[in-house]
């Protein structure tokens, strides 16, 4: 089990490394201003048009770093600073958010499952982790026949739908970026300059992504070598 708490706290420091670094780039981004002067909630509305989306809304939501699409009520949702500002890293953030609203109005198959798995998310999140140190506490050790065992299981099987759900997220982020980069680029929205800048920006955000995923396989294994090795 060392080996596996060494890794668990390599993936600690490597996501907060990125977290460090992704602060820094947005920060450093904020700073390259847009040469056509238009702020991160024109940069929204614009690119709902032109994929044809006029059903999609574009508002402010308070906060830092709060952005995100709602599939429910069809609303993008931009932080204060990047809603009003106008720099390379609100182009990103916005034009990111808005490749979220293209996928929806697409049905694109990754955010489709996404979605479908939400619900159960929402439940078996808040209480995976307390059913494995419950179902282990009754004694899951004792055998396959009982109770513990079975309650730690099902927490487990809980955990696993987190993990599924974190790596689906993958493509899904990084289809949206795709979709941004590719639009800032083809619409001439951006410089070569702003667009590095919002390449360079989005593709720290996507890094965040891919280690919270890897943290979550980690804490499925390490809960599923304490459940089943405890059997032996």
Known sequence: MIGFYILIGAIALVSWLISN????????????????GMNGAEIAEKML??????D?????TPGRLTDHYNPQNKTVNLSESVYNQRNAASAAVA??????????????????????LVP?????SRFSQWLVIGGLFLGAASGASSFGFYLAITGLVFMGFAT??????????Y????????????????SREELAGSTDALKWAARTYLVAALGSLAMLLYWGLK???NRD
């Open 21 to 36: 670094t992704l602060k820094n780039k947005f920060n450093k981004y904020s700073r390259v201003q847009l040469r056509n």
């Open 49 to 54: 048009a032109d994929h044809g989306i006029f």
């Open 56 to 60: 999609v809304k574009v508002i402010s």
């Open 95 to 116: 034009a990111h958010e808005v490749g979220h609203a293209v996928q929806h109005a697409t049905a694109y198959n990754w955010l489709t499952m996404r979605s479908k």
């Open 120 to 124: 159960v998310v929402n439940i078996s």
């Open 164 to 173: 599924l759900f974190s790596f689906i997220t993958l493509p899904v982020e």
């Open 175 to 190: 289809d949206a970026s795709n979709r941004a980069l590719a639009w800032l680029r083809n619409k001439n929205m951006v």
């Open 227 to 229: 459940i089943l090795g």
